[in-house]
């Protein structure tokens, strides 16, 4: 295909328009991944996660300038929300990111999460293969500041840092439940504001109550706390070398971390397309019968039937014994 | 499920005054009428706006403008596009310019240009009008 060979090559508009079909769902899209798979699985993938307004983006141009200077490009995916009520979105990521717009060397696509819940979009991985095929060495992916539901990153990122401010003792709290699941590394921006010692203090606790809590197989990772200030690019040395420093953590521990990141986030991936695919070929032969998504509710509304019924009687239809 | 084509707006500021508001309420009138728009703030060069454009792979460019940089800026950008193959985008303004430099920049391709007052119900009705996603027919 033509389009594999210009993805691979780099060419911005395929590789634009390539997304663009990802995210519409347009099913041409499908048999190019199909054909970029075998190219990818090279590039390294870091998770920014946090709060809205936290600092993500600010971080993120920041921490690229260090990259760059380092010789690696990168490839950008940034996630803010879309509104449920008109279906549209502003995605406003890039404000912070001018700085890069004309380097080669950066690729930076917006999405909007359509109607996905979990801080990515459904087509986060795919965009990440194309990236990856295209040949960026680094991707970073900014989540849609939900500060709860962390795990899709956690599971996606080879390193997921974890975003957060001095005085957001509630967030502390939130992100208590998961914290060793979640970050490999945490950051607290905007330390030039009050109560940054208490914030990183809390944060302390909580990583060493989690670390005693958290047995896993293979060598522990300790969190790093570091105090950042993105705006005026303080703490980013720091933060880089954290980044380097877990990176260097599951390639030392092949077998039993970095094997463990990949085949979370394949499982992730495959589990989300087989789901997406069944949803479609039942509805799609319903719908072939005659038999639309809006009537077939309308039914249980009426109780005509109860939902677990028909969903049953569907599944079992296309599949066979599903019980 | 899926297949539908959702259209993709850039909304940017050329030129070099910093006041925003303008391009801010047309977002949000944007992202009200169904958009993905991509906002990317004040100051922004033609090469800047261009390859943002390329990147994010918009149908449509509505660029906000006050300060009077539009007869050079305009015609860059569509030089920019006219480069890259991109032609097929939509290019549109708004905001203060003199009456005479409207046609000029209609002759450059701009589409159209929407002057203050006009209603945002308007401007989007022109969109939806004139603004079709692109690749929609492979779509249907
Ligand atoms: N005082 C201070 N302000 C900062 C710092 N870092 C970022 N900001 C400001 O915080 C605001 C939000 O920054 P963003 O980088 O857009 O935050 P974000 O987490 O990406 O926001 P969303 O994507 O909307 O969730 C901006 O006005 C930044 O200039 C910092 O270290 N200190
Ligand atoms: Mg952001």
């Known amino acids: ?323 | 499920m899926g297949s539908d084509r959702k259209l993709r707006v850039l909304i940017a500021k050329p030129g070099l005054d910093g006041h925003d508001r303008g391009a801010r309420v047309i977002a949000r009138a944007f992202r009200d009428a169904g958009f993905e728009v991509i906002y990317t703030g004040c100051h922004q060069t033609p090469e800047q706006i261009v390859s943002t454009a390329l990147q994010e792979d918009v149908d449509l460019i509505g660029l906000s403008i006050l300060s009077g940089a539009h007869m050079y800026s305009f015609p860059r950008i569509m030089e920019l596009l006219k480069e890259h193959n991109a032609e097929d985008i939509v290019v549109i303004g708004g905001g203060i310019f003199p009456t005479e430099d409207i046609p000029k920049l209609k002759e450059i391709g701009i589409k159209e240009i929407f002057e203050p007052g006009t209603l945002l119900e308007d401007i989007i009705q022109w969109v939806k009008t004139n603004v079709k996603p692109r690749g929609a027919a492979e779509a249907a």
Not at chain 1, 70 to 99: E, H, N, W, Y
């Open chain 1, 1 to 323: 295909m033509e389009i594999v060979q210009k993805i691979l090559d780099g060419d911005i508009r395929a590789v634009a328009r390539l997304m663009r079909d990802i995210d519409d769902e347009i099913p041409s899209a499908k048999e190019v991944l199909k054909e970029l798979y075998p190219y990818t699985g090279k590039a390294y993938v870091i998770g920014f996660t946090g709060s809205p307004g936290v600092g993500k983006s600010t971080l993120v141009d920041r921490l690229v300038d260090k990259l760059r200077a380092v010789g690696k490009t990168v490839g950008i995916l940034a996630i803010d929300p879309t509104s449920p009520f008109t279906g549209g979105a502003i995605l406003g990521d890039r404000i912070r990111m001018q700085r890069h717009f004309l380097d080669s060397g950066v690729f930076i696509r917006s999405l909007a999460t359509r109607g996905h819940f979990g801080g990515l979009t459904r087509s986060t991985h795919d965009m990440i293969d194309v990236l990856d095929a295209m040949g960026k060495d680094i991707i970073i992916v900014e989540t849609v500041g939900v500060g709860q539901d962390e795990i899709e990153i956690a599971h996606t990122a080879h390193t997921t840092v974890l975003v957060t401010v001095p005085g957001m003792g509630d967030e502390v709290q939130a992100i208590k439940a998961g914290i060793m699941e979640i970050g490999d590394i945490f950051v607290v921006n905007k330390s030039d504001r009050e109560g940054s010692r208490k914030t990183i203090r809390e944060l302390r606790n909580l990583v060493e109550l989690g670390l005693r809590r958290h047995k896993t197989e293979g060598p522990p990772w300790e969190p790093p706390i570091i105090e950042t200030v993105a705006s005026k690019n303080k703490g980013i040395d720091e933060l880089y070398e954290a980044i380097m420093k877990h990176k260097k953590y599951l390639f030392d521990n092949k077998k039993t971390k970095l094997e463990r990141v990949l085949f979370d986030r394949a499982k992730l991936h495959f589990v989300g397309i087989l789901r997406d695919q069944l949803f479609n070929t039942v509805l799609k032969r319903a719908r072939e019968r005659g038999e639309d998504l809006d009537e077939l509710v309308a039914k249980i509304v009426h109780r005509d039937v109860d939902p677990y019924t028909l969903a049953n009687k569907l599944v079992e239809r296309e599949l066979g014994d599903s019980k």
